[in-house]
């Protein structure tokens, strides 16, 4: 068999599977016996995890610090050492595996699937033993959603037009190949299959995830730019400003209008589950302490079910926002400048919004999408740069997050996130270049300007967002009246300003 190359491109393609009641027991079958397996290697994973942290060697190689470079060779044999003792490694544990593959899990599941748990239990535990994760995620009642082989050659493989795994074959939909995506992507040499199930409308669904070798099928309406394109991401709003293009809009609306029927069925459940547990409430209505609402009528299971959907349906639909989005700022350009934030410090202050509208998922895909095309996405450091603090000029201005609008003594005056986007195509390095902003702000004026005045209209019919600031024209502002007074300006003493700025800006 042809050897795979692991630096190679892959793309996934996703199919949906026919499966027949009976094929569906069986597999509902095997993926709790995966479920099971991945506990199990789990916990056998932390229990070794824990011996090696009591071992000598490995708290003679913690004594050690990272930093002496003449005790380093030391401090990884200790460590190595600890590792080897305990068997706190992918290949200890996936002997563990077979040993408790060797019994009835094993009539369920091959040892190509059973390495892959293994795989990814390990990972998991190495999560915690680095201090990447505080803890290890044990697969309850809801199951393991997805299994997959090591190769093409594995149990789990793609022949033709279906995934035959273990006696059983799973055809793909009729009419799929007319999907251009999935047509494309069966012309490439598959790397390994990955089994996917899903609950929808009650029933469970299966797809076939296909890891292909090459680059993911790009639609033809979806053009790429070749312009800088700054960033600005807020809880609710986002910003990008390039070249010749600019936008200010509110970050994934629908869903959170649609969250609204979410609400209403949350509430819903909550007056089931009072009304069917009346011995865990008081005559006010509050939670008695210890006493847990366990029974759940007919009626409130089907309300949970529907819940549940309505929670798929908009994930599903948050990402498509987030892909449609990612698209329309690529169609800009494929480089991005955006700030490093911390979506965890987001959560505390904007924890509703956060939740629906997800913008750390939203930058992921846009990096994601960047990178396929050949481009990127820098994320530079908030603290030296400050955008929302300060002007291309060089003045720096401490404003509240309730101040929307941007002014400046020098004439400037623009919507703070439209304006925040616009001075992140000019970082460099963590380092705000003030004097490549000051050059092109002449002709960025209308642009961003003209995107501050669409964004209002974009919300007409409803109330305008206060983030969104409150649009005054050219001839209202008093930034007409600075740009006249500075047209006597000596042109050299205007021009060294930003060049004194640059030195500042960033230090």
Known sequence: ????????????????????????????????????????????????????????????????????????????????????????????LSRYATQVRDSWLGEHLDAHTVQKLTKRA?????????????????????????????????????????????????????????????????????????????LINGKDRFYAQLVLEGKPYQKPEHILGTEIVGLDIGPSTIAYVGETQGALTMFCEPIVRNHREIRRQQRHID??????????????????????????????KASLGKLSEMFRKEAAYRKSLHGRLANQIL????????????????QKTFGKSVGVRAPGMFVD????????????????????????????????????????????????????????????????????HATEASLAWSGAQSLLRAAWGDSQQLASGRAIPASFGVYRSQSESSEKE????????DVVAFEREPIRAQSTIGS
């Open 331 to 346: 169609s800009v350009g494929i480089n991005i400048n955006t700030e490093k934030l911390s979506y965890r410090a987001f």
């Open 365 to 432: 895909i846009l990096q994601r999408k960047a990178e396929s095309a050949g481009g990127e996405v820098n994320k530079f450091n908030t603290r030296t740069t400050a955008l929302s603090q300060v002007c291309h000029c060089g003045e720096r201005h401490k404003k509240p997050l309730k101040q929307r609008v941007h002014e400046c003594t020098c004439g400037v005056m623009m919507q703070r996130d439209l304006y925040s986007a616009y001075l992140a195509r000019f970082v460099k390095d963590d380092v705000l």
């Open 482 to 489: 600075d740009l006249v007074e500075r047209k006597g300006l």
């Open 122 to 198: 390990f990972n998991a535990v190495s999560r915690v033993a680095y201090g990447k994760a505080k803890k290890v995620r044990f697969k309850g009642k809801r199951g393991l959603h997805s299994v997959e082989g090591k190769s093409q050659g594995s149990a789990i493989k793609w022949k033709e037009d279906q995934v035959a795994w273990s006696g059983i074959n799973l055809p793909m939909v009729k009419d799929a190949l007319k999907d251009p995506v999935i047509a494309y992507g069966l012309a490439y040499r598959v790397k390994y299959v990955r089994l996917v199930r899903r």
């Open 271 to 300: 007056r089931q589950r009072r009304a069917n547990n009346p011995d865990c409430y008081d005559e006010k209505g509050r939670a008695i302490k210890g006493q847990h609402p366990s029974k759940k009528s007919r009626r409130m």
């Open 1 to 92: 068999m042809k050897s795979i190359n692991k630096k190679s491109e892959s793309f996934v393609c996703e199919i949906p599977l026919r499966v027949s009641e009976s094929q569906a027991k069986i597999l509902n079958a095997r993926f709790e016996v995966a479920r099971q397996m991945y506990n199990a290697l789990l916990g056998e994973g932390l229990r070794r995890l824990s011996l090696m942290r009591q071992s000598i060697a490995y708290n003679r190689a913690r004594a050690i610090p990272p930093t002496d470079s003449l005790r380093q060779n030391e401090r990884s044999n200790l460590f190595k050492q600890a590792r080897d003792t305990y068997g706190f490694s992918e290949y200890a």
